[in-house]
């Protein structure tokens, strides 16, 4: 038998049932465990934790858990540099590219329209979602808590809210990405980036056939998608979707 105190420190707390939150937890168990599979029994995916101390000292996933350790579990750091002292990943958890599950259609829409890196399809299953993660070094962003302890994925994140409007607010305030928000630089529809074509350049000549003739009356400037060759241009459309980041941008703390 192993007995242990442990510690979840802010927002993992959320996993917890309320009679474990933001205090120290006595916890005895049987047989030798790691303290990934330890913290995973408790309910906290193991990509949410950015560090790990044991009596003081920062350990990996692979750490086997001993008689009357004292454990203190971290989430990820907003503001804090600490890859000189976690020893969870080679590398720091953020990374500005995403994937996200199919629960989360209108929160890829709103992430492509603020120009972040995001990969969606709406059928995939958990194991395509989890290999991509994995393979291409997305922050995988989904509701799903089960997903995000799969061994594989070492980067992601639960979206706690069902509100998609406040979901954006809450990937952006957490992951700090205020700094890397650049509106109307990906199609909201494939991801890919868009490039100017201004009127009368060459370019502009090959997709003029494809812009309606009262647009093409009073519009000089238009932004095409370098992967599926979708046109934008600054119509009413374009208005409301500036209205929505101008929306965005004031509530971000």
Known sequence: MYSITIRYYEELNDFLPPDRRKKEISFSFQGRRSIKDLIESMG???????????????????????????????????SMDISGVTRLRPSPLRNTKFVLDV?????????RLLGFDVDYEDSRDDDLLADISEKENRILLTCDR??????????????????????????IERLQLKSLIS?????????GLLTDVPAGSPEFESLKSRIPSGVFEWCTEYRICASCG?????????DKLKERVEIILSRIQ
């Open 44 to 78: 906290v995916p193991h990509v949410e934790v950015d560090m790990i101390l044991v009596n003081g000292l920062s350990v990996d996933f692979n750490y086997i858990v001993a008689d009357m350790d004292r454990i203190s579990v971290y989430p990820v750091f907003e």
């Open 103 to 111: 629960h989360l259609r209108k929160l890829a829409r709103t992430m």
């Open 146 to 171: 089960q997903l995000l302890m799969r061994k594989i994925v070492t980067r992601g994140i639960i979206i706690r809210s069902r509100n998609p409007d406040r979901q954006i607010i809450e990937v």
């Open 183 to 191: 509106p109307f630089t990906r199609c909201i529809e494939c991801n």
């Open 230 to 238: 979708r046109v934008y241009w600054s119509g009413s459309h374009y």
